[in-house]
């Protein structure tokens, strides 16, 4: 019935002088003549919307004309042969029925919420502020937006202003915190590593003359010449040893990377 009558208003019912009449459903045109022949009259036992739109579009023509006469029992309603007054009706309806149904008021609509309704969404950094108003209809709305709009540009102002007002603070802490703290003191640069203990020529020169004459004899050199322990220098590698210590007491020696052994060069003409 409920889609009955939105054919109704939708002018989609046509009744022509023969009594046959049509209705525009969507983009598809049902002649009745005089049943329906939709899915619904032929497959159900109800009446189908196209039918029961061309008997309400019948009825609201006779009581337009005053002809109106008791409603039909509920079961299927056979059209009857138009009468004169019925035949002449169509043209009569044309020039008095509106074209096209007005829309229905938004304060009527069958919905749970409001009729009209708006929402405002204001985005301060990285906030956002929304308002949303709700009314029975979009003039009522329009009217009060006018009067809270000022209203919302003065809150939106200070809350930019006290957005702005913690920044200028945020930044300002940050300054004085970094003012305040002492720049690292600059490290001092690691001392030079110790030179080691020179040799003169002199004893150079001795030490190689006691090392040939030992070689030539096949014995250690006899004399006051000291030895590589004595000096810290060992003279089969010619390199200066390390000076090391142990429970014995103080010695010298290097490290033989190549042979992997330790080194306290040449002892009283000895390895």
């Given amino acids: 019935m409920h889609k009955a009558l939105e054919l109704v208003r939708a002018t989609a019912v046509t009744l022509q002088a023969d009594g046959i009449a049509s209705v525009q459903s969507g983009k598809q045109t049902y002649t009745l003549a005089p049943d329906c022949p939709c899915a619904d009259a032929k497959h159900r036992t109800e009446l189908c919307k196209h039918t029961l739109a061309v008997e309400l579009h019948r009825r ?30 169509p043209a009569a309806a044309a020039a008095v029925l509106p074209a096209a149904p007005a829309p229905p008021q938004a304060a009527l609509w069958g919905t749970t919420e409001a009729p009209a309704s708006c929402n ?17 209809d979009d003039a009522t709305l329009q009217q009060r937006l006018h009067g809270v709009l000022p209203w919302l540009k003065d809150v ?49 020169v001795q030490q190689a003359v006691q090392q040939a004459l030992a070689a030539a004899n096949g014995a250690a050199p006899s ?17 200066q040893m390390e000076r090391k210590q142990n429970d014995r007491g103080v010695f010298y020696g290097h490290w033989l990377a190549d042979e992997k052994r330790h080194c306290n060069g040449r002892r009283n003409g000895r390895r």
Avoid at 60 to 88: I, N, Q, W, Y
Avoid at 120 to 136: C, P, Q, S
Avoid at 223 to 239: E, L, R, S, Y
């Fill in 156 to 204: 939106l102002m200070a809350c930019e202003a006290d957005y702005a007002a913690r920044v200028a603070t945020r930044d300002a802490a940050q300054a004085t915190q970094a003012a305040q703290v002492p720049p690292a003191p600059p490290q001092a640069p690691p001392p030079p590593p110790a030179a080691p203990p020179q040799l003169d020529v002199q004893t150079l």
């Fill in 120 to 136: 405002i969404k204001l985005r301060v950094g990285n906030m956002e502020i929304w308002y949303t108003a709700r009314d029975v």
């Fill in 223 to 239: 004399g006051a010449a000291p030895d590589d322990q004595q000096t810290g220098f060992c003279t089969i590698h010619q390199v």
């Fill in 60 to 89: 609201a023509l006779a009581l337009f004309h005053g002809t109106a006469t008791e409603p039909a029992p509920a079961s299927r309603v056979a059209p009857a042969a138009p009468s004169a007054s019925e035949a002449a009706a």
